[in-house]
């Protein structure tokens, strides 16, 4: 009986030593396009520089944002700046010009696959300082099965506002449900973070959290950088970082608790309490796989990658901020971005020169971490500010979706649906004058979890009776041939 029960406890230590290395090994990040038409392979034993993207950098404008999608083999799907969408043969989609992103915003783009499908896709975008933010934060939806599978937005689906003037940063972290994902924003000139929540029936949730630093508005401080900077989350999805490009006095470089049920960020670290980093202008931050380091980039004057700690001193506020470890110096070109690659390595964007910079042990201590200034050779093109913007940890739920139909056609009977009562106590009804042939009714609450579901639905009537749901909002989702029929939201409400 000890030996089965050792083998056991055994076996659960082993699940939980590789969980992160499994979360690590999806492919869905295996494909990197960024800067002037460089890009990266992962699919191999060490990453290839790729020459055939289509990323470019107009009138010398260093290129920052783009964001890619590979499905579950590493086979890419399409990529994006935030204001051109182009499909796995290289190809503007038809209906994939004119995002409202823009390809200088500092995270410009995420890609994040609708929750339950393969087929369905979010496209993020933030607009950049130098448009004074003014097309804020929006989605689009791709279907990957339009134009012959080569993908395409959905035309009513596309530049859909959220929240205007958010800076220049983005990121995401799947839902404590494994299902789910929230999307993460800063508000500009603001203290409050937007985490919003995606589900399979859609945005249906949005959480403020206002804690930390207010950012300073252009008006304050005579420069527009305050908006620019990345925002981070760790790979176990319980910590968010942020950092701006402000001068100083106006920097910002701090860490939260974030939590991955509610959407909450709580628990603020400022780094800035250590001398050496309140004179500096920042961009990158990330945190090694293990969840134990946080690396930042700083831009002035001589260029500055910084290490801390997050288990100094117990992970204490000031034993993390006096961790600060300088594990790279360079006066001749900049390191702007940082990006976690799906080899466990942070890759670092060495701007206006033909290679990236690696940390090639993020999880260690100091000089132990190998930091390799020439590490990737691009063949040629050209690095700018950033790097992709994918799922932090990589932990994507899409897999490889094979398109059963050509140039299928996305189902939007919105318009001839009814639901009423809505608000409704007991039971509400669906109707249609389109006869409904097998279809399924998902009922999700406001924290994305399915509640209920009605199979085998016929004719053009749907009786939803409340059962024991409890007062408040839901949303339902509509689906028929692995087609979208509606989603809506309902309220129920006693009477």
Known sequence: MKTKNFNLLNKCFMFFIFLPIFCMG?????????GDHAGLDFNNVSPVALT???????????????AVISDSSGSLLFYTNGMKIWNKNQQVMPNGDNLLGDFSSTQSALIVPQPNSSRYFYVFTTDCFQNNLQN??????VDICLNNGMGDV???????????TVSEKLTAVRHANGMDYWIIVHKYYSDAFYSYHLSAAGIVDTVISHIGSRHPNIATNQTPDEAIGELKASPNGNKIAI??????PYAIAEYFNFDKNTGLLSNWVNLQTNTALQQQYYYGVCFSPDNSKLYITSIININDVYQFDLNAGGGNADSVSASITNIATNNYYYYYGLQLGTDGKIYLARSNTQYLSAINNPNNTGANCNFQDSAIYLNGEICGYGLPNFIDSYDYANTIFKCQEVDVTEENLNEKISISPNPCASQTIIHTDKVFNDAILDVYNSLGQQVKQIKNIFGSTIILYRDNLLNGVYFIRLTQNNKVITTNKLIIMDN
């Open 136 to 141: 804020g934060f929006r989605y689009s939806v």
């Open 243 to 248: 950092v701006t490009g402000n001068s100083a």
């Open 52 to 66: 055939n993207g289509e990323t470019y950098s107009p009138d010398g404008t260093k290129v920052e944002g783009t």
């Open 154 to 164: 959905i035309p009513n689906q596309k530049n859909i506002k959220l929240i205007d």
């Open 26 to 34: 999806q492919k869905q990040g295996n494909i990197w396009y960024f």
